[in-house]
């Protein structure tokens, strides 16, 4: 049985690593723009979904011959049902440009608490 299970192991691996990819590169306004991806947990997941969405900002800004500025990066983890996701934002600018500078990205927060007593 164990010999079964091995045997059919690459098998599963292979299958787990074409579970994933990239949404490609979207517009969302002058310069701006969205890559997103997700992947298996057995190739890598949220980690993999990331380098996926990353790379394909940076060859995107490449193929405009201008660098890369990431403005956000957010990741989900994987569940039972779902791929591990991520998605950045990002800018393409020209190397003079004064808003290409060295990112400081910071996590969004996921709960926001509005206090509606004095309204």
Do not use: K
């Amino acid at each position: 049985m164990l010999r079964n299970i091995l045997a059919g192991a690459p098998l599963i691996l292979l299958l787990a690593s074409g579970c994933g990819g990239s949404s490609g590169v979207l517009q969302l306004g002058p310069d701006t723009y969205r890559s997103s991806a997700e992947a298996h947990p057995l190739a890598g997941g949220t980690a993999a979904a990331e380098q996926t969405a990353l790379e394909a900002a940076q060859r995107h800004c490449a193929s405009l011959h201008r660098a890369v500025l990431v403005q956000d990066i957010g990741t989900a983890p994987a569940t039972s049902w779902n791929n591990a996701r991520a998605s950045v934002s990002f800018r393409c600018l020209a190397a003079g440009d004064p808003e290409l500078r060295r990112p400081t990205l910071e996590r969004a927060p996921n709960v926001i608490i509005e206090d509606r007593r004095g309204r």
